[in-house]
């Protein structure tokens, strides 16, 4: 099991088992929901997490691929805890943003994608022996 919060602890998160990916996007919407040059995400089936205190807000996007993409994020502090859709590739789970894991240790680990490279920063190198893809798909 793994625990998060966001960084005033208003609102916390359990889930367990292994992530099924581990997923570095560099996409424009992610910069500036984060505002930083890429989100790192654990997907994690819905049936795995839940919220333990606290009630997040919900806000939407939609991606530059037409996808519409939902966050979660704590009414006090503002730190998105989550992402999720509907569509098809995502309506099972949910994107869970690596750096409100309590757990340090777990965002060291490497991702096994990197998404949306026609968007990395050219300061940002690429993760070596990741698999890369310009887009989403």
């Given at each position: 099991m793994a625990a998060g919060s966001c960084v005033c602890k208003g609102v916390t998160y359990?889930?367990?088992?292994?992530?099924?990916?581990?997923?570095?996007c560099h996409c424009y919407e992610c910069q500036k929901l984060t505002g930083t040059g890429f989100t790192y995400n654990f997907i994690v089936p819905r049936e795995n997490f839940k919220f333990t205190a606290g009630t997040p807000k919900y806000n939407s996007f939609t991606q530059e691929s037409g996808v519409e993409v939902g966050y979660r994020f704590c009414p006090d502090c503002?730190?998105?805890?989550?992402?999720?859709?509907?569509?098809?590739?995502?309506?099972?789970?949910?994107?869970?943003?690596?750096?409100?894991?309590?757990?340090h240790d777990l965002i060291k680990e490497k991702p096994t994608v990197e998404l949306w490279t026609?968007?990395?920063?050219?300061?940002?190198?690429?993760?070596?022996?990741?698999?890369?893809?310009?887009?989403?798909?």
């Open positions: 359990e889930y367990t088992g292994e992530p099924t990916t581990k997923a570095v503002g730190t998105t805890l989550i992402k999720e859709s509907e569509a098809e590739m995502f309506k099972s789970v949910y994107m869970v943003q690596a750096g409100t894991i309590d757990s026609c968007h990395r920063a050219e300061w940002i190198q690429p993760t070596p022996e990741v698999e890369q893809k310009a887009e989403f798909v």
